[in-house]
């Protein structure tokens, strides 16, 4: 008798644990330098002023916008990278060389003393790596999950960042507080991040390919029996016969419609629309504004009248716990239930309002005695708490989610690669601006990111069709690639063969011998 519920899948949370340390980088690499820039100790060890708070001062805020924006720089030629060497390597290899040039990048970062510009390439070098991650990572977990805990799965790929940002932002307020001010106070952060770089290069030594890139290869011998692995059953399960048929159906389509040109595919009128939308759905959330205040936490903290380093430290931990929670509970209780569709709209609305707010109280109570948190400070403070909540009900996770399940196998490396590349860019230009834009026109900024907020609703609103509960396959009947009858009779086709061929077989020109299904098991 087959498994059922958590231990069925066992596999695949392990998979998804294991290639999350990832996400953790992104995270960590997200967090941290905002709150390393804070302390007196970096300031003082690469000669930055060390008597001024927040972005008052125009070189601390260019000396910000460059640490911050070139691993984003970094970040959007490694995700463009990715597309071209996770669809001719697989997602496995593909993974395992980016964590090495993370690996190389965070080594850099972590014996630079008094020069910025070792900072500066560490932080390049960092980025191709946590770039590559983000494009391959939540493809690779997505084309192993079942259908109906996709959505939860795949978007822990978000509740991963967000936890190495948290971890980033406490761990800067302890060394801030037990820690002597010199260079092991900040050196201690930034080189702490090699440590998940390492769990994960050695993580990935034991995990299996893509099913699903396997069958693109041709190799449905190995793609079946490494689906059969994941779902810790044998290739004889009903739903694992399906979904093998589903798959390989989905395929030969592609192949025929395209006579294995992959530009024809993307022309294709609902291709088209995917890769738009794919790309406005990264575009938005970049424009939302969290990641100028996930970047710059501290700063903008200081900016509404949290002055004291500590104080601002401190409230980004907050500010990070509420993220790691909130986003928990939404991908546990919301994701699977609610649908995509829905909480990006509630989400948008509600983020927006909190812009506005914070841009109004902000405007009409700036904060003027460095030395007192005014009751003005604290709501703001408070409305930046729950602009994250909205964020991480619905514009956190569920872009990368969406983006990881709407395109066609063929197709998938390249529309999630775009996405990220998307992502990558957006968040560059959202993290260099930030700080000058703080600096010169203060509560106007938020008010800019309140607007933006409500503009990604309203595309939502005409945009977004609803994934949850449908398989990978289903995606090309979702947006009128094929037809829903014409799947059908594709898919029941492919069952009545019960065959999977062997990669010999399309090796040497259809001349090979079939392989039964039920020959070829799971070791």
Same mark, same amino acid.
């Given at each position: 008798?087959?498994?059922?519920?958590?231990?069925?899948?066992?596999?695949?949370?392990?998979?998804?644990?294991?290639?999350?340390?990832?996400?953790?980088?992104?995270?960590?690499?997200?967090?941290?330098?905002?709150?390393?820039?804070?302390?007196?100790?970096?300031?003082?060890?690469?000669?930055?002023?060390?008597?001024?708070?927040?972005?008052?001062?125009?070189?601390?805020?260019?000396?910000?916008?460059?640490?911050?924006?070139?691993?984003?720089?970094?970040?959007?030629?490694?995700?463009?990278?990715?597309?071209?060497?996770?669809?001719?390597?697989?997602?496995?290899?593909?993974? &395992?060389?980016?964590?090495?040039?993370?690996?190389?990048?965070?080594?850099?970062?972590?014996?630079?003393?008094?020069?910025?510009?070792?900072?500066?390439?560490?932080?390049?070098?960092?980025?191709?790596?946590?770039?590559?991650?983000?494009?391959?990572?939540?493809?690779?977990?997505?084309?192993?999950?079942?259908?109906?805990?996709?959505?939860?799965?795949?978007?822990?790929?978000?509740?991963?960042?967000?936890?190495?940002?948290?971890?980033?932002?406490?761990?800067?307020?302890?060394?801030?507080?037990?820690?002597?001010?010199?260079?092991?106070?900040?050196?201690?952060?930034?080189?702490?991040?090699?440590?998940?770089?390492?769990?994960?290069?050695?993580?990935?030594?034991?995990?299996?390919?893509?099913?699903?890139?396997?069958?693109?290869?041709?190799?449905?011998?190995?793609?079946?029996?490494?689906?059969?692995? &994941?779902?810790?059953?044998?290739?004889?399960?009903?739903?694992?016969?399906?979904?093998?048929?589903?798959?390989?159906?989905?395929?030969?389509?592609?192949?025929?419609?395209?006579?294995?040109?992959?530009?024809?595919?993307?022309?294709?009128?609902?291709?088209?629309?995917?890769?738009?939308?794919?790309?406005?759905?990264?575009?938005?959330?970049?424009?939302?504004?969290?990641?100028?205040?996930?970047?710059?936490?501290?700063?903008?903290?200081?900016?509404?009248?949290?002055?004291?380093?500590?104080?601002?430290?401190?409230?980004?931990?907050?500010?990070?716990?509420?993220?790691?929670?909130?986003?928990?509970?939404?991908?546990?209780?919301?994701?699977?239930?609610?649908?995509?569709?829905?909480?990006?709209?509630?989400?948008?609305?509600?983020?927006?309002?909190? &812009?506005?707010?914070?841009?109004?109280?902000?405007?009409?109570?700036?904060?003027?005695?460095?030395?007192?948190?005014?009751?003005?400070?604290?709501?703001?403070?408070?409305?930046?708490?729950?602009?994250?909540?909205?964020?991480?009900?619905?514009?956190?996770?569920?872009?990368?989610?969406?983006?990881?399940?709407?395109?066609?196998?063929?197709?998938?490396?390249?529309?999630?690669?775009?996405?990220?590349?998307?992502?990558?860019?957006?968040?560059?230009?959202?993290?260099?601006?930030?700080?000058?834009?703080?600096?010169?026109?203060?509560?106007?900024?938020?008010?800019?990111?309140?607007?933006?907020?409500?503009?990604?609703?309203?595309?939502?609103?005409?945009?977004?069709?609803?994934?949850?509960?449908?398989?990978?396959?289903?995606?090309?009947?979702?947006?009128?690639?094929?037809?829903?009858?014409?799947?059908?009779?594709?898919?029941?086709?492919?069952?009545?063969?019960?065959?999977?061929?062997?990669?010999?077989?399309?090796?040497?020109?259809?001349?090979?011998?079939?392989?039964?299904?039920?020959?070829?098991?799971?070791?």
């Amino acid at each position: 008798m087959a498994e059922k519920g958590f231990f069925r899948n066992r596999r695949l949370y392990f998979l998804a644990l294991t290639t999350y340390m990832g996400s953790i980088l992104f995270g960590y690499d997200t967090g941290v330098m905002g709150s390393v820039l804070a302390l007196k100790s970096f300031k003082k060890d690469f000669g930055l002023p060390t008597d001024i708070t927040g972005f008052a001062n125009a070189h601390n805020a260019q000396v910000s916008s460059n640490v911050v924006s070139l691993l984003t720089a970094g970040c959007f030629f490694g995700a463009i990278a990715a597309a071209f060497l996770n669809d001719r390597f697989g997602r496995r290899f593909t993974l &395992m060389g980016f964590s090495v040039v993370f690996l190389i990048g965070a080594v850099v970062q972590t014996t630079a003393h008094h020069h910025i510009g070792q900072i500066y390439a560490g932080r390049v070098i960092a980025g191709l790596g946590v770039g590559g991650m983000s494009s391959v990572t939540p493809l690779y977990v997505s084309e192993n999950c079942p259908p109906k805990i996709r959505g939860r799965v795949t978007g822990l790929f978000q509740e991963f960042i967000v936890i190495g940002v948290t971890f980033a932002y406490w761990l800067n307020y302890g060394v801030a507080l037990h820690v002597p001010a010199g260079t092991k106070q900040w050196r201690i952060p930034v080189g702490i991040q090699i440590i998940p770089g390492a769990f994960l290069l050695i993580g990935l030594c034991f995990l299996k390919e893509s099913p699903r890139w396997l069958m693109k290869q041709g190799r449905y011998k190995d793609g079946t029996a490494a689906l059969a692995y &994941m779902r810790c059953t044998n290739i004889s399960d009903p739903d694992i016969l399906q979904e093998i048929a589903e798959i390989r159906a989905a395929i030969e389509e592609e192949l025929t419609e395209s006579e294995g040109v992959k530009w024809k595919e993307c022309l294709k009128p609902g291709n088209r629309k995917r890769f738009f939308i794919g790309f406005c759905i990264m575009f938005w959330q970049q424009f939302s504004g969290t990641n100028s205040i996930g970047y710059y936490a501290p700063q903008i903290f200081q900016t509404v009248g949290v002055s004291k380093t500590n104080a601002s430290l401190f409230a980004t931990g907050i500010y990070g716990t509420v993220k790691v929670c909130t986003t928990a509970v939404f991908l546990f209780i919301g994701i699977d239930r609610l649908g995509r569709r829905k909480s990006l709209l509630f989400g948008a609305a509600w983020m927006g309002t909190a &812009m506005f707010i914070i841009g109004g109280v902000l405007h009409a109570h700036p904060p003027t005695n460095v030395n007192v948190v005014s009751h003005a400070s604290i709501a703001m403070v408070v409305f930046i708490y729950l602009f994250v909540v909205g964020y991480s009900c619905s514009w956190g996770p569920i872009p990368w989610v969406y983006l990881s399940e709407i395109f066609p196998t063929r197709l998938r490396p390249y529309g999630v690669g775009m996405g990220a590349a998307t992502q990558w860019l957006f968040n560059f230009c959202i993290t260099e601006i930030t700080p000058s834009a703080i600096n010169h026109q203060g509560w106007k900024t938020f008010l800019m990111f309140g607007i933006f907020c409500m503009s990604m609703g309203t595309w939502a609103f005409f945009f977004i069709k609803e994934t949850k509960g449908k398989s990978l396959e289903e995606m090309d009947v979702l947006f009128g690639v094929v037809d829903e009858n014409t799947r059908r009779e594709h898919v029941e086709r492919v069952l009545n063969k019960g065959t999977v061929v062997d990669e010999t077989e399309i090796e040497e020109g259809n001349k090979g011998a079939s392989v039964q299904l039920e020959n070829a098991g799971v070791k």
